[in-house]
Nanobody, 127 residues
């Protein structure tokens, strides 16, 4: 069982930056494909970024490409999401998820392969 915990959310003004982190205990996240997802009230869950377990290939949603960066910090056993130039539309609960499938070069933003999910961290962007 993989326990995931997100951190780094908060209330910020438009144009600011945040770095969200996904941490795990008891498992090495380097062995898992990791995705970041967000969900706003009344909206469906949206996959924003993922990083594969095989070769660290990354995939981004068109809505965040150029502003969001997903990366691993193996020394801390975490996967982070750097968010730049925050917009009010980025307001959502952000969750990380782990895919235990065999290593592959492509990761999936649909959410279906991910079996383990964190509880989420809230990002609120407002003037």
């Amino acid at each position: 069982q993989v326990q995931l915990v997100e951190s780094g959310g908060g209330l910020v003004q438009p144009g600011r930056s945040l770095r969200l982190s996904c941490a795990a205990s008891g498992h090495n996240l380097d062995y898992y494909t990791i995705g970041w997802f967000r969900q706003a009230p009344g909206k469906e869950r949206e996959g924003v970024a993922c990083i594969s377990s095989s070769d660290d290939t990354t995939v981004y949603a068109d809505s965040v490409k150029g502003r969001f960066t997903i990366y691993r910090d193996d020394s801390k056993n975490t996967v982070s999401l750097q968010i730049n130039n925050l917009e009010p539309e980025d307001t959502a609960s952000y969750s990380c998820a782990a895919d235990p499938s065999s290593p592959q070069s492509l990761c999936d933003l649909s959410g279906r392969p991910y079996l383990y999910w964190g509880q989420g961290t809230q990002v609120s962007v407002s003037s």
